[in-house]
């Protein structure tokens, strides 16, 4: 449905708004033109007829004026300078009128001397309108002015039937290119209507759908692929909220089931105060446990939202990971697990936000220390780049197999969920360590061989600060 409102519509009455005055300018220049034009012809035409006169003039010398008088007694008209003309003298007396110029009482003529420009003009005493073109000339030492006529009837009824053929051919022009931009229009804008309806036909049910992509390279182009890559977003998170909706309802349905099994069993029959007390044990273990889950849940959806953004300030790498490696001994210490921290003397400034670093070291020292087995080594590692601070957390634990690498910082995954589990990881950690790197504007990478051990490296950009 075509409204006022449409682009269709709009492109249209531009092109209408734009084109009327470009037609009446030229209506109304090609009228100016055409009375230009006419008012020449006839200036030409009096100026000839005032040659005729003076060439008259030229061959009777003084004789001129007497036998004009004569030929007016033989004959009612004169030929002469086309019937219409009047000659006077230097001092502006009229000398003589043909008697077709004498019915419309033109009296008044410029005096001009010879050589100077002819003088042109419109004149109506009578009621009709005629031209007047005057000009002087010298017969011997005699000085007159000629002054020739011409009647404008025929010039006024041209000019006036050319005005009324512009008054209707310009509005016919007008609706004929009011039709002709709506139907430009239209075809303009017959691509945005095919991408219209093939994006009302995209839904969450066939988010792979992509619009056709013209083929010339115009900006039609650029928005349907500009449009497809907006698709390509939007498939992509709704399927990762799908995913991290299904995991996170896998990963809390354990815990819960867990609880209530413990406590429908703990019901059955009277319990003593040891197994009453083991049950709450394990009911607490795992409410610790999906406490935990719901905070990374809810840090990961902060994250996600762009709410949680780090503020990021000047911080003394070297001086964070010592107090990092103070806390992680004892960790390793009970585990049976060698703890060396091979960190720089100097400090070395990052930006970052000290309590979200803190957090991502942990996570790397925290995991690499439960899946080290006893009598394994982990190092933590600080060395310096020209631009970037490297910090490696290198384990000999049971390592991660080359095909699981990429899916490493997935959300809720884990090469053995069984075994992790057990081990009270929720598949998030490193998920948020990642998330913590890329704020700070570095990048975490991992390499890793299974049963050999694992390298995690954090690349973070160094500043200038003393």
């Not at 009446?24 to 090609?30: H, K, R, T």
């Not at 430009?184 to 095919?194: C, D, F, H, N």
């Not at 349905?253 to 044990?281: C, G, H, K, N």
Request: hydrophobic content about 45%.
């Amino acid at each position: 449905m075509i409204t006022i409102f449409s682009i269709r519509f709009r492109i249209a009455a531009w092109y209408f708004l734009s084109a009327a005055p470009i037609l009446i300018a030229l209506a109304v220049g090609s009228w100016i033109a055409m009375r230009a034009s006419m008012y020449q012809g006839i200036d030409e035409e009096l100026f000839r007829k005032s040659l005729g006169v003076e060439q008259y003039f030229q061959a009777r010398g003084d004789n001129a004026i007497p036998e004009l008088q004569k030929e007016l007694t033989n004959g009612p008209e004169l030929p002469l300078g086309g019937g219409l003309f009047q000659i006077y003298d230097a001092q502006g007396k009229l000398l003589f009128e043909s008697p077709a110029i004498a019915r419309h009482n033109l009296r008044i003529a410029p005096r001009l001397m010879p050589g100077e420009k002819p003088v042109y003009r419109d004149s109506a005493p009578s009621g009709t309108r005629v031209r007047l073109g005057a000009r002087g000339i010298q017969i011997n030492q005699s000085i007159f002015t000629i002054q020739v006529a011409e009647p404008l009837r025929s010039f006024d009824e041209s000019l006036t039937d050319f005005g009324q053929l512009l008054c209707i051919s310009i509005p016919v022009l007008l609706l004929l290119l009011a039709a002709a931009g709506f139907w430009l229009s239209g075809r303009a804008m017959s691509p945005v209507e095919q991408i219209n309806r093939e994006a009302r036909a995209i839904g969450a049910d066939n988010l792979t759908a992509r619009l056709s992509v013209p083929k010339p390279r115009d900006e039609l182009q650029t928005l349907s692929l500009t449009l497809n890559a907006m698709l390509e977003r939007i498939e992509l998170s709704v399927n990762r909220l799908t995913q991290f909706t299904a995991d996170a309802s896998h990963e809390l349905r354990a815990p819960l089931t867990l609880i209530q099994t413990a406590a429908e069993y703990t019901l059955r029959r009277e319990r003593t105060q040891e197994e009453l007390l083991d049950a709450l044990r394990k009911i607490l273990r795992e409410t610790n446990r999906t406490s935990a889950l719901v905070d990374r849940l809810l840090e990961l959806a902060r994250a996600d939202s762009g709410t949680n953004q780090l503020r990021l300030t000047s911080i003394d790498l070297t001086s964070l990971l010592n107090e990092i490696a103070v806390s992680a001994k004892p960790l390793a210490r009970k585990k049976h697990i060698k703890f060396k921290a091979q960190l720089q003397p100097n400090p070395i400034y990052i930006l970052g936000e000290d309590a979200s670093l803190r957090e991502l070291f942990v996570i790397l020292v925290d995991n690499a220390i439960k899946y080290t087995p006893k009598m394994g080594t982990v190092t933590l590692k600080l060395s310096q780049e020209p631009t970037f601070a490297v910090i490696e957390l290198i384990d000999t634990g049971i390592g991660i197999a080359q095909e699981n690498l990429p899916h490493i910082f997935d959300r809720f995954w884990r090469a053995d969920k069984v075994r992790s589990r057990e081990i009270g990881g929720t598949g998030l950690g490193l998920s948020i360590a990642k998330w913590i790197a890329e704020q700070c504007n570095g990048s975490i990478t991992v390499t890793s061989t299974l049963e050999v051990g694992s390298n995690f490296t954090v690349h973070l950009p160094l500043i200038n600060s003393k």
